[in-house]
């Protein structure tokens, strides 16, 4: 990110990042596996075949429970028919037409399906089974105008084993920050496009991040069931809490509409174009060899697509359920944002230092990272990275200057320590093929060497001891031709090469001049 921020920071206003949306989940372990419930069973002295009768009886208390302070409040219950209904329009239709800003809203009840128990009359055995099996049951929809989160909803499954979803908002939550602090700001839907101080904001934000969160999650999830100690009081339980899906956004705001408008186009184009499989599986945290390669223990798929939505043009990349997603998000008088934004769905392609479960005192080590919320502060540390890697991959696209004025140089033959060194012919298969190879994205962070060139420019392995050393004097020379033009620069104490900023202009613009149509072409000019 520091390289976009420094090219483009007399345009920026202010950059905000943190999470924007985060969805936790509650389960209550003890009872979510067969041997589990059992336990609980015995402990109330309740018969498998009395398990229908008992779990009903439970429901119903857990339902009256929940929709006490509604009736309290007065506010609206109401059972949406259909899962195609969206629940938070309906919500949000409900606060603005009765002017909620704090407190319940409202409480919406829908039939979906979940994982509960049941009980199996097993012939073979003659007697009675608990077992785990899908069904549908009613969910309770609770949505607030929190005190400190803002608008939020948070849902329980009125069957056994009564797992809990709470769904909040980061930039809901600053909202209420930032008021209680007396600062000023604009906001547009999700996002602020003006903020009296940018610092500020942004320290208010870290803040989430040193919440008590077990704290929080529980008082949400009293409210759910305000019985939840009378029905576990012979058998005491308490939620573990995971998180479910993380979204960590790092807005940059533009002070010009016009300036991110014009920008926008030309950051998708290269996104699309420009940016390879092993270029987005290095923004999400994947490790990749140094010779480039996907590694070969990876049997996922990695897809970019566009969406064009109501907000802006939407552009994903995303990786076994993770993703990397741009947006133009919104232009107002005051400011425009753009939003790259990391997504963290699967967990198990990241890693985090941490010592093994259950021995919190035992030695450190990478590990793959957990969906506990003891793990969170490792996912804001791999969102935040993989912003930045996005951002500053895309640092080099929006170019004032034309193809001819940034190549010019390069198609002339120069003099580097007194010999001649031959032009460049970006257009010729040749020439374009080393272009492309230097440019990728595996060696912006490490750069190059001659054998990772070496690998990528020729098809074959050498024959020879002797086949081989002309090859690597073949490449020596394109390395040196490549320095002479200001396209590469040696890292001192090293046989490594990196992307000059003026090389990484231009690489670019040959190469996305090379792969867009002539329409494309004469559309742009």
């Known amino acids: 990110m520091k390289e976009f921020i420094a090219k483009f920071g007399d345009q920026i206003n202010g950059v905000l990042c943190g999470f924007d949306r985060l969805v936790f989940r509650g389960h209550l372990r003890g009872i979510s596996y067969v041997k589990g419930m059992e336990r609980y069973l015995w402990a109330n002295q309740v018969l498998k075949k009395e398990f229908g009768e008992h779990a009903e009886k439970v429901t119903e208390r857990l339902k009256e429970a929940s929709l006490a302070e509604a009736g309290r409040l007065q506010r609206p219950v109401r059972y949406l028919a259909s899962s195609k209904i969206s629940k938070e329009d309906v919500a949000r239709a409900i606060a603005a037409e009765d002017r909620i800003t704090d407190g319940l809203v409202c409480v919406l009840k829908s039939v979906e399906p979940c994982r509960s128990f049941d009980i199996h009359r097993n012939r073979e055995k003659q007697k009675l089974e608990l077992v785990v099996r899908e069904r549908q049951c009613l969910f309770l929809y609770h949505y607030w105008m929190h005190p400190v989160f803002g608008f939020m909803n948070a849902r329980i499954q009125s069957w056994f ?83 479910y899906q993380s979204e960590w956004a790092s807005d940059v705001v533009f002070r010009e509409a016009a300036t991110l408008r014009r920008l926008q186009p030309r950051l998708l184009r290269h996104g699309m174009t420009a940016l390879g499989c092993t270029d987005v599986m290095r923004f999400l945290g994947r490790r990749i ?123 002339r033959p120069v003099s580097w320590h007194g010999q001649r060194v031959r032009a460049l012919r970006p257009l010729e298969a040749q020439d374009s093929a080393l272009l492309e190879a230097v440019g990728r994205g595996e060696f912006v962070i490490n750069g190059l060497r001659n054998r990772d060139l070496q690998r990528l420019l020729f098809d074959t392995q050498p024959d020879s001891p002797q086949a081989a050393k002309r090859r690597s004097a073949q490449v020596s020379r394109k390395l040196r031709m490549l320095r002479a033009h200001g396209l590469l620069q040696k890292v001192p104490r090293t046989h490594r090469y990196q992307v000059t900023a003026a090389g990484r202009k231009a690489i670019t613009a040959i190469l996305t001049a090379r792969q867009a149509s002539v329409a494309q072409l004469t559309k742009a000019a």
């Open 289 to 411: 060899p140094r010779n480039g390669e996907v590694p070969k223990c990876f049997n996922g798929e990695v897809v970019t697509d566009v969406k064009e939505r109501e907000e802006g043009v939407r552009l994903k990349h995303h990786v076994n359920g993770n993703s990397e997603k741009l947006y133009d998000k919104a232009y107002t008088a005051v400011g425009s944002v753009l939003r790259p934004e990391c997504t963290i769905h699967q967990v198990e392609d990241i890693r985090t230092y941490r010592p093994k479960e259950g021995d919190p005192d035992g030695p450190l080590a990478w590990r793959p990272m957990r969906r506990g919320i003891a793990d969170l502060h490792r996912r804001t540390e791999v969102s935040q990275r993989a912003n930045e890697r996005y951002l500053d991959a895309l640092a080099s696209v929006d170019e004032s200057a034309t193809i001819a004025e940034l190549t010019e140089s390069l198609t």
């Open 161 to 243: 084993p009564f797992p809990i979803q709470i769904c909040l908002n980061g930039r809901e939550w600053l909202a209420r920050q930032m008021d209680g602090a007396g600062l000023s700001y604009a906001r547009q839907d999700n996002c602020f496009p003006w903020v009296e101080d940018w610092a500020r904001a942004q320290e208010l934000m870290d803040r989430q991040l040193k919440v008590d969160w077990p704290h929080l999650l529980n008082e949400i999830a009293q409210q759910l069931n305000p019985i939840h100690n009378e029905v576990f009081a012979k058998y005491r339980l308490g939620y573990y809490w995971s998180t």
